[in-house]
């Protein structure tokens, strides 16, 4: 038989290993942030357009390349940070592995404007899936330029995979804050179709976390600081009651360069133990500097994990600064932070004088009073109660009508879900009662037996359709505030909010203000108390970064369900008979009100078959 093996192609290799490298326009980002500052800059700006889809420009003022350089750099295994194979243990570059832009030119349009301080004119080098198409002189200021344009344009079904532009600004933003975040020193600025989204000065570590993740996150800060023989740590840890539902805000940089320890993160929460409640996550931002030869770099291509030689010893340091820290700066353990969000004021209200407003307040407001007009429970409250009695099994008609009775995880014996389940035929009135039992579930007597639901999951559905409809429709009603509020949030924050304007706006919210870090509301949906208006943005805004949806569909969906669940009433809230009628009523008023908007089962239903069986 035939030699088969061949040689591949030097632009067939580089596509490979782009696969590797280049997952998407974020990773573009990194490798270019890295090699300005691995060329010395000091002042490094970072433009995009369309999520990096059309566009990644990076210019920054290192070194700058020669001519001859500017060529090799886009070979692969081209790189003037290593030498030989021993240099691989004592690494103090970000890049080393000489692929990224022999990579990028293989999937993309690169255009590359360098020129280095001694020289009187730069280079210029266009190229294409990894072809040279022209190398000219040009006059450019020190340093390098490099933009590459339409990613994956030669590999369809890799931009075919790629996400939103939403999504991949997101990924984008990330590695913008991982590197800006290793390098306090340097200067970064980034632009996102033509806006400017980040400028960070020269600073010190605290203004830099401060500078990227808004001016709140000052006060959270608790520093940590340890030198041993091994490791030296310095950075922040934020205080326990700022954790948050996301893990958003976790970083470790290894000797500058950002990196992923599940480990190293369980020695963090660890120190927290006791200190936070389950499901919530501290944020830290920790700078270890170790021995470069204690560490191997080189497992991975895009160099986010990384080995240490003693990973326990640096555990158990790591875990016993914090803690140390944590102590000294008396943070006391509070096992629950849940606190009355209407004892608080949690916006700039302490610094105004206190006036006392001449207005009517309504302090019988009560969302289920059947006189409430809010958005809440709206149009079905004004029902008489005969007629609520009825809409008991309004959603209950419909399905049995589908025949397909869908309520998943509720048990039923050998009851059909019929419209008159309800109907015991005598007087309704007498049939109406319900009790709340350990301030969480309600009770109520059926035809057959008797239903049990949860109030807070019950709740939550009606607010979730009643907010849905808000979004589509457009019709929410706002309330305006007497003052208008103003909060505060980080730049990544804000592009969540700026995101979400047009909808937030449907459900009731009136921005007067939307500036660079914080917005100013001057109206609120109606079934919204001002008090709560932070904490309902702060869960929307984690409910975002938890979940970044992938259309305008699923993005109005959450919005609906992070609002629902924020607001919806709580476990151990007492409530009213006639609070209690209401969320029934209003409950089976509902398209779905088997499940929530998470597919929890609302209610369950007993049948007096099975509570006789109980008794034989
Ligand atoms: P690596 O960073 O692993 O060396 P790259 O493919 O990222 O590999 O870059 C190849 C080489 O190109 C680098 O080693 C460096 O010499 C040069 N280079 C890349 N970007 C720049 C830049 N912004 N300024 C100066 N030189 C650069
Ligand atoms: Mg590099």
């Given at each position: 038989m035939a030699d088969i093996i061949q040689l591949l192609p030097d632009h067939v290799a580089n596509q490979i290993a782009a696969g590797e490298v280049i997952q998407r326009p974020a990773s573009v980002v990194k490798e270019l942030l890295e090699n300005s500052i691995d060329a010395g800059a000091n002042q490094i700006k970072l433009i995009i357009k369309d999520g990096g889809k059309t566009l990644i420009h990076v210019i920054d003022n290192g070194a700058g390349m020669s001519g001859t350089d500017a060529r090799l750099s886009f070979e692969r295994h081209a790189t003037s940070k290593i030498k030989s194979a021993k240099d691989l243990f004592q690494i103090?570059?970000?890049?080393?592995?000489?692929?990224a832009l022999a990579s990028i030119a293989a999937i993309s349009h690169v255009e590359l404007k360098t020129k280095q301080e001694k020289d009187e004119v730069g280079n210029s080098l266009i190229i294409e899936g990894s072809k040279v198409i022209s190398q000219n002189v040009v006059v450019t200021p020190i340093g390098t330029s490099i933009s590459v344009k339409n990613l994956f344009y030669n590999i369809p079904a890799r931009r075919n995979f790629l996400k939103s532009d939403q999504v991949e600004i997101r990924h984008i933003i990330d590695e913008f804050h991982r590197v800006a975040l290793a390098h306090p020193k340097i200067s970064f600025s980034m632009f996102q179709n033509g806006s400017e989204v980040f400028s960070l000065s020269e600073s010190n570590y605290r203004q830099r976390v401060v500078n990227i993740f808004g001016t709140k996150m000052n006060e959270k800060l608790v520093p940590v600081e340890e030198t041993t023989e091994v490791i030296q740590i310095s950075g922040f840890v934020c205080k326990?009651?700022?954790?948050?539902?996301?893990?958003?805000e976790q970083f470790f940089f290894v000797n500058d360069r950002f990196i992923k320890s599940p480990y190293l993160n369980h020695a963090v929460i660890s120190a927290f133990e006791g200190l936070i409640k389950e499901g919530r996550f501290p944020s830290y931002f920790l700078k270890l500097t170790v021995n470069p030869k204690s560490i191997d770099i080189n497992i991975h291509p895009t160099k986010t994990e990384i080995k240490f030689d003693d990973e326990h010893t640096l555990y158990a340091i790591l875990r016993s600064s914090i803690k140390h820290s944590l102590g000294q700066f008396n943070i006391a353990p509070v096992l629950d932070f849940e606190h009355d969000s209407n004892l608080e004021t949690p916006y700039n209200y302490k610094d105004k004088n206190v006036t006392s407003p001449n207005l009517e307040v309504d302090?019988?407001?009560?969302?289920?009073?059947?006189d409430f007009k809010g958005s809440t429970i709206t149009g079905r409250d004004k029902k008489e109660s005969s007629q609520n009695w009825e809409s008991l099994y309004v959603g209950l008609e419909s399905k049995a009508n589908n025949n397909e009775p869908d309520f998943s995880g509720v048990q039923f014996e050998s009851d059909e879900i019929t419209p008159d389940m309800f109907k015991d035929g005598k007087d309704l009135h007498q049939t109406t009662t319900t009790y709340q039992l350990h301030h969480k579930y309600i009770v109520s007597t059926i035809k057959s037996g008797m239903l049990i639901l949860d109030q807070h999951r019950a709740h939550q559905r009606i607010l979730y359709e009643d907010f849905l409809k808000n979004l589509t429709m457009k019709e929410a009603t706002s309330q305006q505030l007497l003052f208008p509020l103003v909060l505060n949030y980080s730049n990544s924050e804000m592009e969540f909010i700026k995101q979400l304007k047009e909808q937030l706006e449907s459900t009731g919210f009136v921005f007067s203000k939307i500036g660079a870090d914080m917005i100013e509301i001057k109206g609120v949906p109606i079934s919204i108390n001002e008090s709560e208006v932070s904490i309902i943005i702060d869960q929307i805004i984690a409910d975002f970064q938890n979940e970044v949806p992938e259309n305008s569909f699923s993005q109005t969906d959450l919005l609906a369900k992070s609002m629902a669940k924020s607001l919806a009433i709580k476990t151990g809230q007492h409530l009213s008979t006639l609070e209690q009628e209401h969320l029934v009523n209003s409950l089976f008023a509902c398209k779905e009100p088997s499940v929530t908007p998470n597919n929890k089962p609302i209610f369950i239903i007993m049948s007096v078959d099975e509570l006789d069986r109980k008794f034989m």
């Open positions: 103090n570059t970000k890049g080393f592995r000489g692929e326990p009651e700022y954790s948050k539902k996301t893990r958003g302090k019988s407001f009560n969302p289920f009073k059947s």
